[in-house]
């Protein structure tokens, strides 16, 4: 295989049918990246990269740790080196990732948007520095013009409810409508009350964006709705939490008033309590949620910020997480029967991080399908360390056998790079090879609109449907 053709047209394509599925069906869809973490800012801003380095590795902890381990010292990855010299340790770091997803990314996110088909290395470095710091001085490299040359049609950030979302009313008031931009309510830090220093901040940067006054467990909840009103408001029809384990210890209102009241005051914090005032606010959220046919989002089982002394120096979302191996069956199951019981359960999407809990969420689910929305409960696409070629795999292979693929609203990037797109090809491609694979092997008819149509619900309209981007209050 020449150096041309590795990221060729038909990448991890097999046989003709799975080429066929591709090119046919998936290709040319539309993108809905239902979630990621781009800031909004820069789409307000339209910001222009100053080069490759900012754009491609400023924030992006998978290549940091990677290069970590292949022994590259802090100050070439987060510290004061240069951004050229950044690049060419992420170049010359490149090689040696063989096997791991980056290699596969790095050289897709190359050759679009930049037309670049050269391996990168420590020698190809300089040419594809400048050629493509060369592009991202032209206006189809912007932030918006990346959305568009993407063909991405609905982008939903992940913002804060202390957050004001000037940067969506931004594009609301100029009328930008190349991209649907949204915002998604994501309040972790209204439930950590083992934080009390840090928590009794957020609940007053609470109290000035809600415009309400707030000493009391019933007036956190009241400023929360507020924001999840206003978010509603502004085009925001999903929630997300960040969580280890899905919290859904028992709890009274009479508890969590006390729990809350002692962290506003500064006093210490059982264990237990916090459980108890994680779980009474999962639940609130997740009632929030179904009231307006929002989609409740949780990703669960990662094991955060591991390494304390760099924590000290760096901060969160920084390369020091791993898999988590908490218990999830029994507190999903009570978080999901919780809400159900009194009929509030929302539409719900469940992400994992432990490939161990592929077939557990996929089982769990089923058993609060109501029959009133298609695929209702949904096994979310593979996140973090699990969304490679293998965890895709794994992932389908786990939805298609225990529950109904059919449903499946498809892949996201999860991403705070502009760069990050074709991961959404990647996955279409793996999804048609699969099923490609398996019309090839007599597994399924040898359909090819019949299986086409399928490749098109995941890859695009079910997501569509399923999250209402676009429809009104």
């Known amino acids: 295989m020449s150096k041309q053709s590795f990221i060729g047209k038909d990448f991890l394509l097999r046989n003709d049918q799975a080429r066929t599925l591709y090119h046919e069906f998936a290709a040319d869809l539309p993108i809905i990246d239902y979630h990621c973490h781009l800031p909004p800012e820069q789409i ?28 590259v010292p802090e100050e070439k990855i987060t510290g004061e080196a240069s951004d050229r010299e950044k690049f060419q340790v992420w170049a010359e770091t490149v090689p040696k990732t063989l096997r791991n997803p980056l290699y596969h990314w790095t050289h897709l996110e190359l050759k679009r948007p930049f037309d670049v088909t050269d391996l990168l290395n420590g020698s190809s470095a300089e040419n594809i520095w400048q050629a493509c710091n060369e592009k991202l001085e032209s206006p189809e490299f912007s932030a918006r013009g990346l959305l568009k040359q993407f063909n ?17 009313q931004t594009i609301r008031d100029e009328g930008w409508e190349d991209v649907h ?56 029809r999903a929630s997300d939490h960040g969580v280890a384990r899905p919290h859904s210890e028992p709890f009274n209102d009479i508890a969590i008033g006390q729990i809350f009241d002692s962290a506003m005051t500064g006093k210490s914090i059982s264990k237990h309590d916090v459980e108890r005032f994680k779980s009474a606010f999962l639940y609130h959220c997740g009632k929030m949620d179904q009231e307006k046919d ?37 507190p999903l199951s009570r978080l999901l029967d ?29 058993n609060f399908q109501d029959g009133t929305i298609p695929g209702k409960l949904q096994h979310g696409p593979p996140w973090w360390f699990l969304d490679q070629k293998d965890g895709i795999e794994k992932q389908i292979e786990a939805l298609s056998n225990m529950g109904i693929l059919h449903e499946f609203v498809g892949m996201t990037t999860d991403s705070r790079s502009f760069l990050s797109w074709p991961r959404h090809d990647y996955f279409r491609r793996i999804v048609c090879n699969l099923l490609g694979t398996d019309m090839e092997g007599g ?23 399923f999250f209402r981007f676009g429809e009104g209050s």
């Not at 910001?47 to 022994?71: P, Q, S």
């Not at 490749?455 to 449907?465: F, L, M």
Request: charged share 30%; glycine share 6%.
């Open 338 to 366: 919780r809400l159900d019981r009194k009929e509030q359960l929302p539409r719900v999407i469940l992400y994992n991080n432990n490939p161990r809990d592929n077939e557990l969420m996929v089982t769990m689910l089923g």
């Open 443 to 465: 597994l399924i008819p040898n359909d090819i609109e019949m299986v086409g149509e399928l490749v098109e619900r995941i890859c695009y309209s079910n997501a569509r449907r």
């Open 181 to 236: 931009m949204v915002p998604t309510f994501r309040p972790d830090r209204g439930m950590d009350v083992d934080e009390p220093e840090a928590f009794q901040g957020w609940v007053q940067k609470l109290e000035a964006t809600s415009g309400m006054s707030i000493v009391s467990f019933r007036d956190f909840l009241e400023a929360l709705k507020s924001r999840h009103d206003f978010f509603h408001s502004m085009g925001c």
């Open 152 to 168: 991405v049609e609905v982008v939903a950030t992940t913002d804060d409810p202390i957050d004001r979302l000037d940067h969506h």
């Open 44 to 71: 307000a801003e339209d910001t222009t990269f100053r080069n490759l380095t900012h754009i491609w590795l400023d924030g992006d902890h998978y290549k940091w740790r990677a290069m970590r381990t292949c022994g």
């Open 294 to 330: 929002w989609v409740f989002q949780l990703h669960v089982g990662a094991l955060r910020n591991n390494n304390q002394r760099m924590m000290k120096r760096l901060g969160r979302d920084t390369g020091f997480d791993s898999i988590g191996d908490v218990e999830m069956a029994a």
